[in-house]
């Protein structure tokens, strides 16, 4: 979703470390829940296309780096400076 609404739709990231098992995160964005719906009911039936390699695979890069720097300082959630500041 991050892909389709740009990555200032990420607003927050909780890290669901229980300690025992791999690393667990929800991502929270700011996006229409109806648009988000419908696109992920395309992704699963496989006919949401990514026109973009370079930019998906740019967003994909910095929301993995935001949660390498999470887990390397022990953080338990990431929020957005923009959202921070009032956006939305």
Do not use: C
Not at 44 to 62: A, M
């Amino acid at each position: 979703m991050s892909y389709v609404f740009g990555p200032e739709s990420l607003t927050r990231i909780e890290n669901e470390n229980d300690g025992r098992t791999r690393n667990a995160a929800s991502f929270h964005l700011d996006i229409p829940s109806l648009d988000a719906a419908e696109y992920y009911r395309e992704f699963h039936q496989g006919r949401f296309g990514i026109t973009d390699l370079k930019k998906y695979v740019k967003i994909y890069s910095d929301i993995t780096r935001l949660l390498r720097e999470m887990v390397r300082r022990g953080d338990q959630s990431w929020v957005s400076p923009a959202w921070v500041n009032g956006r939305g």
